[in-house]
T-cell receptor, first 111, second 115 residues
Framework: GQQVMQIPQYQHVQEGEDFTTYCNSS?????IQWYKQRPGGHPVFLIQ?????EVKKQKRLTFQFGEAKKNSSLHITATQTTDVGTYFC???????????FGQGTTLQVKP | DSGVTQTPKHLITATGQRVTLRCSPR?????VYWYQQSLDQGLQFLIQ???????AKGNILERFSAQQFPDLHSELNLSSLELGDSALYFC??????????????FGPGTRLTVL
């Protein structure tokens, strides 16, 4: 079946270092969404990308959607302790329109 | 605060029992989604309702069922509970029922522990 995969599973960085998580789908996606889940919290919507090659920025966060619309990335510049959490990408299922989540990348930031 | 409410926050029960989880969507949202999150399985879509009707089904076990009521709140019923059902159960809502095309707003979750 359709899969959305993320790497790495875990990332530990020193505060101030950059961080990137990558998302790959087994099928072409009409859009990709990114969510953040803080420890003990619930997923919170960050952004949705729709166009091939689209790049969107939110302060220190940069989101990209691949040209083939099968991959995406989230890059955080100069991480802060507030960036700690698990970042999920999610794409629509091919038939039912359900949202399929990647396994997530858990980011730890050492102060 | 997403505007989605879930009760209870925690639930501890025994194997073989039945529980009901409740969710109220954001004001104005017509669609409700249920997800199960466990350490080894990540966020798994269970089922979606739109304006009272079932719209999409995911990896939901036959022991589980859900419904959405006329006031749009939803309940997820889990029966014949097994140890492996221990997980976080999230409800999410969206304005429309477009599933993967909609931004989904998640509730705080219910942590179910089956002993």
């Amino acid at each position: 079946g359709q899969q959305v995969m993320q790497i790495p599973q875990y990332q530990h960085v020193q505060e101030g270092e950059d961080f990137t998580t990558y998302c790959n789908s087994s099928t072409t996606l009409s859009n990709i969404q990114w969510y953040k889940q803080r420890p003990g919290g619930h997923p919170v919507f960050l952004i949705q990308l729709v166009k091939s090659g689209e790049v969107k920025k939110q302060k220190r966060l940069t989101f990209q959607f691949g040209e083939a619309k099968k991959n995406s990335s989230l890059h955080i510049t100069a991480t802060q302790t507030t960036d700690v959490g698990t970042y999920f990408c999610a794409g629509p299922g091919s038939n039912t329109g359900k949202l399929i989540f990647g396994q997530g990348t858990t980011l730890q930031v050492k102060p | 605060d997403s505007g989605v409410t879930q009760t209870p926050k925690h639930l501890i029960t025994a194997t073989g029992q039945r529980v009901t989880l409740r969710c109220s969507p954001r004001s104005g949202d017509l669609s409700v989604y249920w997800y199960q999150q466990s350490l080894d399985q990540g966020l798994q879509f269970l089922i979606q309702y739109y304006n009272g009707e079932e719209r999409a089904k995911g990896n939901i076990l036959e022991r589980f069922s859900a419904q959405q009521f006329p006031d749009l709140h939803s309940e997820l019923n889990l029966s014949s509970l097994e140890l492996g059902d221990s997980a976080l159960y999230f409800c999410a809502s969206s304005v429309e029922g477009r599933g993967g095309l909609d931004t989904q707003y998640f509730g705080p979750g219910t942590r179910l522990t089956v002993l």
